[in-house]
């Protein structure tokens, strides 16, 4: 299986403040055929389900606010929050989706607060 | 508008059997794969494994082959998950999320707790 480890495990930043949260794959989630990186970012509010933020390691969901941007290629990935509110506390999972559908896998979550 | 709406909570014994659901609503069932993740309290998802509607064609994570099973009826758009002989760790609360291949999730469930107590 493809292991995805995040880093910090959580985080406290001020309001208006960037936060970035990084995700590191155990292989490359990069599929040269179309150039495309396998991996998604959601966001999880407590007593709610996940909400897909990030797909491609870049593209925006509907409706997701722009402050909300990824990025990163091959193992190394960035989700960035450039002026933290106050309706971003969750937590936060990365997620590959390059390996066959049964064996997609997440990484353990940073959770992330208000300083 | 796309809707997966699951089952409601259940508190079960060790050694009883369980099946929850999730009925999707708003888009061809049959055109999408369903997964289902797993969040043990205050802790992380866990992907478990994922169903085709359309053809029932079933994929387990290891982790979970033999642990569960997950099943289809098309006719009424639903997605099931079961357990023959729960334990006490299987105690978590259980999504259900659409996907289409090589695509993440991108609508879930709200969500199924699952207790398991003597």
């Known amino acids: 299986d493809i292991v995805m480890t995040q880093s910090p495990d959580s985080l406290a930043v001020s309001l208006g403040e960037r936060a970035t949260i990084n995700c590191k794959s155990s292989q490359s989630v990069l599929y040269s055929s179309n150039n495309k990186n396998y991996l998604a970012w959601y966001q999880q509010k407590p007593g709610q389900p996940p909400k897909l933020l990030i797909y491609w390691a870049s593209t925006r969901e509907s409706g997701v606010p722009d402050r909300f941007s990824g990025s990163g290629s091959g193992t190394d990935f960035t989700l960035t929050i450039s002026s933290l509110q106050a309706e971003d506390v969750a937590v936060y999972y990365c997620q590959q989706y390059y390996s066959t559908p049964s064996t997609y896998t997440f990484g353990q979550g940073t959770k992330l607060e208000i300083k | 508008e796309v809707q997966l709406v699951q089952s409601g909570a259940e508190v079960k014994k060790p050694g009883e059997s369980l099946k929850i659901s999730c009925k999707g609503s708003?888009?061809?069932?049959?055109?999408?794969?369903i997964g289902w993740v797993r969040q043990m309290p205050g802790k992380g998802l866990e992907w478990m494994g994922i169903?085709?509607?359309?053809?029932?064609?079933?994929r387990y994570s290891p982790s979970f082959q033999g642990q569960v099973t997950i099943s289809a009826d098309k006719s009424i758009s639903t997605a099931y998950l079961q357990w023959s002989s729960l334990k006490a760790s299987d105690t978590a609360m259980y999504y259900c999320?659409?996907?289409?291949?090589?695509?993440?999730?991108?609508?879930w469930g709200q969500g199924t707790l699952v207790t398991v107590s003597s």
């Open positions: 169903i085709y509607p359309g053809d029932s064609d079933t």
């Open positions: 708003g888009y061809s069932f049959t055109s999408y794969w």
């Open positions: 999320a659409r996907l289409e291949r090589e695509l993440p999730s991108d609508y």
